[in-house]
């Protein structure tokens, strides 16, 4: 059972673009939501989160919005640039039950931004 | 250099072979983490160690071995290789009195034949 779904699978900007990444899930005792971003032959690496007491953050040019009712949260990436090409991962964490830390990862989304 | 290291980086192994993959971080964190990575399915939890001798499994643990006497290390035993475990192998840590962020190493790149 997927637990995080996120799409697209793949996405193309233009420089300048928004990039705009879906993720929805089912478990409501998820209560923490980090987004992590990997560029080829490296690690993952935490770039933005988020916890389920606000709708909004916000981080230089990348925002995450969270809607609790409808088990949603987004990343947005404003201007993108080349640089941010790269495969984006949402996330999800309980808050309880022995399994606090443990992060389920959504599929990825491969982000390209052209020049 | 303080971090997250993995060894090797690459490897080849045959299949029914026993094949180990090294994690270690100079951090003290208390939580370490296995994933494995694979086009289609994203990052999926192998096995994870709250603490030295604490360990339980993840999403998709079998096939796979897991010892922590050390808190720096975390070891990944592969007993009997399949293709199946064909894979970008990537092991983090946390430090959970902090924050719920997970620093990931570089990875390994299994592959057997």
């Known amino acids: 059972q997927q637990q995080v779904k996120q799409s697209p699978q793949s996405l193309i900007v233009q420089k300048g673009g928004i990039s705009i990444i879906n993720c929805a899930y089912e478990?409501?005792?998820?209560?923490?939501f980090p987004w992590y971003q990997q560029f080829p032959g490296k690690g993952p690496a935490l770039l933005i989160a988020?916890?389920?007491?606000?709708s909004e953050k916000k981080e230089g040019r990348f925002t995450i919005s969270f809607n609790k009712s409808a088990k949603q949260f987004s990343l947005h990436i404003m201007d993108s640039q080349p640089g941010d090409s790269a495969t984006y991962f949402c996330?999800?964490?309980?808050?309880?039950?022995?399994?606090?830390?443990?992060?389920?990862f959504g599929k990825g989304t491969l982000l390209t931004v052209n020049p | 250099d303080a971090g997250i290291t993995q060894s090797p980086r690459y490897k080849i192994t045959e299949t029914g072979r026993q094949v180990t993959l090294m994690c270690h971080q100079t951090?003290?964190?208390?939580?370490m983490f296995w994933y494995r990575q694979d086009l289609g399915h994203g990052l999926r939890l192998i096995y994870y160690?709250?603490?030295?001798?604490?360990?339980d499994k993840g999403e998709v643990p079998d096939g796979y071995v897991v010892s922590r006497s050390k808190t720096e290390n975390f070891p990944l035993t592969l007993e009997s290789a399949t293709r199946s475990q064909t894979s970008v192998y990537f092991c983090?840590?946390?430090?959970?009195?902090?924050?719920?962020?997970?620093?990931f190493g570089p990875g390994t790149r299994l592959t057997v034949t």
């Open positions: 983090a840590s946390s430090e959970t009195s902090l924050s719920y962020e997970q620093y």
């Open positions: 478990n409501t005792a998820f209560d923490y």
């Open positions: 988020i916890r389920p007491d606000v």
């Open positions: 996330a999800a964490s309980p808050n309880s039950g022995g399994s606090n830390y443990k992060l389920t």
């Open positions: 951090w003290s964190h208390s939580y």
């Open positions: 160690s709250a603490a030295a001798d604490i360990t």
